[in-house]
């Protein structure tokens, strides 16, 4: 697990791991006993399972993976499960007999329909492997599961359409509505990030629109039709507003980056930028090119000239690295 996002996951799953696991062995021990009878093993499962948090049922199979005992939680009993199959799912494809203990990848359950994740334990009898014990968990119900992701802060690349790629060279640029007021457009887009309260705005270059969402009414985004765009007067239905503080894009940066799109936009009539869009509080440059890719870049390597990405390091022409 090398990305951001993987670190994070893996993160979580073992502190949940810690959690989980001695508990789950305990019982295990508890059950070895009543094992195989079906009422004895569902009177341990019922004495045991408020020792094991945010459980949404705990169960006992065969080595078969046949279900030997009811499905329990602080609830009660359900009876309607004792039989089950559970030999083909997810949470059942690397336990056994590999390792005591297995807390599964997040699957969705056929139960509830939500994410859900399932810790298997083996239980033994003079060391012998005599069946498992399964404790299903509703992701929505962990605490540990509620950490926010935090996006990476470096390049991204990310390819697009093989079929839009693979005829990139046999299509040119068509000049828009807004390529043709480029400079206007950029004017009045700079006012409304750097003065008016967007935080994130996005212009769709090739058809000629922007997309804005707003400090003050985050939720909800905005439209502006190309007419909206190229008329100073649009900048009178968005209130002053202070640069927000926790901005990580310098408020005197925002014209640079947005010249930068315009050099993507016309400096080449096959590679060109499609769409691009600012994000103060993340400080990310989002770019859509002809070719379908897409690129996530820091500002402060977007207006770095010495950067790859205006270099070419990466590409196989002289352009920006655009291809990716």
Known sequence: MNSPIQKSISKQRHALGKLIRPILGRIADACSDAWPVRES???????????LPYCAYIYALGTDAIQISDNINGSGRFPEHFGRDRSSRPYLNSIYPAVDYHLSEAYISLLSGRPSITAIQLVR???QVIGLLGADFDLR??????QLYDEPDQWRQMKGDPSIRGLLFQQTRVKSVL?????EVMAIMEELIAQRGVFHGKLHFSSSRATLWLVDDPYRYRMLEVEELIDPDICL???L???PS????P??????????????RLADETVYLRSGSINIFNGLVGLNFSCDGSHYIPWSDFLNPRNAFWSGDISSTNRPAVDA
């Open 41 to 51: 093993i569902n009177q341990v499962l019922a004495a045991h399972v408020a020792e």
């Open 125 to 127: 009898r003079e060391g």
């Open 141 to 146: 119900n962990l605490p540990l599961t509620q």
């Open 179 to 183: 390529d043709s007021h480029i400079d």
């Open 237 to 239: 239905a968005y209130p």
């Open 241 to 243: 507003h202070p640069y």
């Open 246 to 249: 926790g901005a990580v894009l």
């Open 251 to 264: 408020q005197d940066k925002i014209k640079s980056i947005l010249d930068g799109f315009t050099k993507l």
